[in-house]
Structures are given as C-alpha cells and as structure tokens.
C-alpha cells in the first residue's frame, strides 16, 4: 500500500496540522503538514480566479525547500482558505 487516508476531525479552515509517521520496518519517519493560505481579502475583487492562482503561487514558491508540495485541497465553495499538503524531504 502506498497511500492511507487519515481523517482529522474538527479541523478549523484557518488551522493548521503536523502528523508524523513511523514505520516500523525501518524505524523511518515521514512528516507531513497541512498548510492554511488565506484568501479572505480577495473576495471583493473582480480578477478573483487571477489573484488566488497568483497568491497561491507565490506562497508555494516561499515555502521552505525542506518541504515539498504533496496536494493542493479543493476548497469548499466561499471557503476564506485554500489547503496545502506537504511533506518533509528526507
């Protein structure tokens, strides 16, 4: 199995979360962290769809290279944040 689905309950949007795993074959560990960008202010703007691709590119780009970009979550319709998965290189 290469992939699990864990479910995190009461998760606020703005929040975010840091899970470790252990694997117990190789005493390894894998980080990942769920990431919250904020896209409240651009609500009122007519190029809406340009500013969130452009604010969301730019966050990606800043993010420490210690991590790389897993999944970007799809936001519920009015969501005020965007969610990023990430996982720690090794």
């Known amino acids: ?8 309950n009461k998760l606020n949007e703005a929040e975010r979360a840091e899970l470790e795993i252990r694997l117990s074959d190789n005493d390894q560990i894998q980080r990942y962290r769920l990431e ?3 896209m409240t202010e ?3 703007s007519e190029t809406i769809s340009t500013l969130r691709v ?3 590119q730019q966050y990606i780009s800043s993010y420490s290279n210690e991590w790389e ?4 979550m ?12 990430y996982r720690k290189r090794t």
């Open 42 to 44: 651009l609500k009122r």
């Open 36 to 38: 919250s960008v904020n």
């Open 69 to 72: 970009l897993i999944q970007i």
């Open 1 to 8: 199995m290469k992939e699990i689905c864990i479910p995190i």
């Open 54 to 56: 452009e604010r969301l």
């Open 74 to 85: 799809d936001s519920s319709e009015g969501a005020n944040y965007i969610h990023l998965l």
